[in-house]
C-alpha cells in the first residue's frame, strides 16, 4: 500500500511540473504547436534515464524514491495522452504535416535524450 501513496504523490507532483512547464513554455513560443507537450516529453525522457541508468543502476536511490520518480512523477509530467490527442486532433482538422512533425519530434527527442542520460551515466559512473 505503500508504494501507491509513493506514485500517489510523485504523480501529483509530475502533474503540476508538466502545467507550470507547459505554461513556461507557452510564454515563449506560440501555441500553434504543441511545444509545451514536447518540452515536458523531453524533460521526462531524460530525468527517467538519469534517474534509471544512473541512480538506480548505481544504487543511490531508494526502491521508493525510484518508484516515486519513475512510476509518480515521471509518469505525472509526461503527456502522452495529451500528445495523442493533439495529434488526433491535427489530424481531424487536415494538418497532417504538424501531426507528423509533432510525431517526428515527440519520438525522436525523447529517445535522443533517453539515450544521452544513458550515455552521460556511463560517462558519470566510469564505465
Known amino acids: 500500500m505503500q508504494n501507491y501513496f509513493i506514485v500517489f504523490l510523485g504523480a501529483g507532483l509530475g ?3 508538466r502545467y507550470w512547464g507547459s505554461d513556461v ?12 507537450t514536447l518540452a515536458v516529453n523531453v ?6 534515464g538519469i534517474v534509471m541508468y544512473y541512480l538506480n543502476a548505481n544504487e543511490l536511490i531508494s526502491q521508493e524514491m ?10 505525472g509530467l ?5 500528445f495523442s490527442y493533439e495529434t488526433v486532433n491535427y489530424m481531424k ?5 504538424t501531426a ?3 510525431v517526428f519530434l515527440n519520438v525522436f527527442l525523447t529517445l535522443l535524450v533517453l539515450f544521452i542520460a ?10
Not at 482538422?93 to 504535416?97: F, I, K, P, V
Open 15 to 17: 502533474g503540476v511540473a
Open 100 to 102: 507528423g512533425l509533432s
Open 43 to 48: 524533460a521526462g525522457s531524460f530525468m527517467i
Open 118 to 127: 544513458y550515455k552521460l551515466s556511463k560517462l558519470l559512473h566510469g564505465v
Open 93 to 97: 482538422t487536415g494538418e497532417y504535416l
Open 66 to 75: 525510484r518508484i516515486f520518480l519513475t512510476t509518480g512523477f515521471c509518469g
Open 25 to 36: 513554455v507557452y510564454k515563449f513560443l506560440p501555441i500553434t504547436f504543441p511545444y509545451g
Open 78 to 82: 509526461t503527456t502522452f495522452s495529451t
